[in-house]
């Protein structure tokens, strides 16, 4: 299993753009809005409230997004027969998904901590050292309901379907979800979309975790309830459609 998940990670980890996407992106997005927007916030405080609020939304946008491209090839290896191959090894399927898992929530890690590092060195955000790893503690234990939905469209979809759906899902969810803009300008309509959507209430458990009084019960099962349901629905597509199935 050591030797799998070395090599799994290996693949995903020297893909150029999947680091850009999930990583560099992100951290511009918050130099960018901070910068422009941040500046236009007048006094220190409100310039510190906007700047800390923008790299929650950033850091989540990138976690998220690197969950679901670091489990999209699991549909690219279904199809190519790798998946057929695995079969015929001594690793149990459990193992193969587990590692899928491992994978998945360890490749979120450099985006959390670039854009910290980008918020605190370059946009000057102030927190206590206990706040900061917190923020990034709780945000990667919550990337695991988008590790679970990134499984969950890899093992139930076909390569090109796949691509095209952790695409429409990434856009969907960041915008709809309140990462690139904040909730609070949204019609009152969207808003209430906003509370229906995983993306909202994993950026909130950064939110709570800044705002010093750690994350609400509320927000905590909110995201767990996400993780759960889409684990659930990956198990049934396992069921129906195995591992070593062949695509199609």
């Known amino acids: 299993m050591s030797t799998l998940f070395a090599f799994q990670l290996r693949r995903v980890g020297r893909n150029r753009q999947f680091l850009f ?147 429409i899902l990434g856009v969907v969810l960041a915008a709809l979800g309140g990462l690139w803009v904040p909730v609070q300008l949204f019609p009152e309509s969207l808003r209430a979309l906003a509370h229906t959507l995983p993306s909202y209430w994993y950026a909130e458990l950064g939110r709570e975790v800044v705002a010093g009084d750690g994350p609400a019960l509320l927000t905590v099962l909110a995201v767990a309830g996400f993780a759960a349901a889409f684990a659930v629905l990956t198990a049934v597509v396992l069921r129906r459609r195995p591992l070593h199935a062949v695509a199609g």
């Open 21 to 167: 996407f999930t990583v560099l992106l992100p951290a511009l997005f918050t130099i960018f809005f901070t910068q422009v927007f941040g500046a236009q916030a007048g006094a220190a405080a409100q310039y510190q409230a906007y700047a800390t609020a923008s790299m929650v939304s950033m850091m989540a946008y990138g976690a998220l997004g690197a969950a679901l491209g670091a489990t999209i090839r699991i549909s690219f290896d279904r199809a190519s027969g790798w998946l057929r191959q695995l079969r015929v090894t001594p690793v149990a399927t459990s193992s193969v998904v587990a590692v899928d898992v491992l994978v998945g929530m360890l490749l979120t890690l450099p985006s959390l901590v670039v854009v910290a590092l980008v918020g605190r060195l370059v946009n000057g955000v102030e927190l206590p050292l206990s706040t900061w790893a917190g923020l990034v503690a709780v945000l990667w234990l919550g990337s695991g309901a988008f590790v679970a939905l990134g499984l969950l469209v890899g093992h139930s979809l076909e390569d090109k379907a796949a691509g095209g759906a952790i695409g």
